[in-house]
């Protein structure tokens, strides 16, 4: 009897304890999108998006932006600003201007990210080609939350082959091994749409270097061995093989299934590797003429 007593009591103070943690959904600002641009005096310009749930509020999502020296610094002065509590354990995307990236590593500056163990580490790592305003305050009244459109845009683009999906956890490991290429997705808005053209590539250093369009990401998801799905490539051949014009002499592969054969070597002291890929599958398009032939192999 005894022993069922404090059975009891010990239920009753575990309830109790977790009435007393909660957290309501309505003083609560989720963070979605957190973006990195430079501002006129060098110092950060941070943008941040959070849904909004209160039932008064005419809009769905709150933007914020603020000049800080650091991403701690903001945190303290969105803090002040909000309404609510902010959590970071939803972050969904990290957006950085390609002008920040030729200015300065952004490497050191995202740590409080990776230290603070209630932080979503899964958030996709994105570079912006243009003003980052563009792109967070990009009218998506017809898509949804800006957060959720710029996650299945990135997310879409990478399962058609068109760019990388790189992480928060990954971009760390990228940036900490000698032997990666950092790289992350590369968007930019356009008549208030937003658009996947490729793939950024950084310096170890953490400074931009250049940029793969749709087309090359496909070749480095090859190389990377990330495919999501069917690769598709486009190239053009010879007029005299095609028996048509120049502009309408193209091949297209869907490539879905790749065997590597990889041969390694040491030259002039340095590693050689050669990389090579046999399809085992795929479906490829000849466009001819103003028809096209479709063939599989």
């Not at 009897?1 to 009591?9: A, D, E, I, S």
């Not at 945190?75 to 920040?100: C, F, P, W």
């Not at 940036?175 to 658009?195: C, F, G, H, V, Y």
Request: one cysteine or more.
């Amino acid at each position: 009897m005894k022993r069922l007593w404090l059975t009891g009591m010990a239920a009753c103070l575990v309830l109790v304890a977790g009435c007393g943690d909660r957290l309501l959904l309505e003083q609560t600002r989720m963070l979605l999108v957190l973006g990195l641009d430079t501002a006129v005096d060098d110092r950060l310009l941070v943008y941040t998006t959070y849904p909004v749930f209160t039932p008064e509020a005419k809009e769905k999502y709150n933007i914020s932006a603020d000049k800080a020296v650091s991403l701690r610094h903001s945190r303290q002065r969105l803090d002040a600003m909000s309404t609510g509590t902010i959590a970071a354990g939803k972050l969904q995307n990290v957006l950085i201007s390609k002008r920040l990236l030729q200015k300065q590593n952004i490497f050191p500056d995202l740590d409080v990210l990776f230290r603070d163990p209630k932080n979503d580490i899964n958030a996709r790592m994105i570079v912006v080609d243009g003003p980052l305003k563009d792109v967070i305050y990009a009218n998506m009244k017809d898509k949804g939350r800006i957060g959720i459109v710029i996650r299945d845009i990135v997310d879409s683009a990478h399962r058609n082959g068109s760019t990388v999906l790189v992480r928060l956890e990954q971009f760390h490991r990228q940036m900490l091994d000698d032997r990666i290429t950092p790289s992350m997705t590369e968007i930019k808005a356009q008549n208030n749409e937003l658009i996947v053209t490729g793939t950024a590539l950084l310096k170890k250093n953490g400074l931009y270097a250049t940029s793969l369009n749709r087309q090359e990401s496909s070749l480095l998801l090859l190389l990377t061995r990330e495919m999501a799905g069917p690769i598709p490539l486009t190239i053009r051949l010879p007029s005299a093989q095609t028996k048509a014009k120049k502009e309408r002499s193209t091949v297209s592969f869907d490539i879905q299934d790749v065997q590597y054969d990889i041969k390694t070597g040491y030259e002039r002291e340095q590693f050689v590797f050669e990389i090579g890929m046999k399809r085992d599958h795929y479906r490829t398009f000849i466009c001819s003429g103003y028809g096209a032939e479709r063939q599989s192999a």
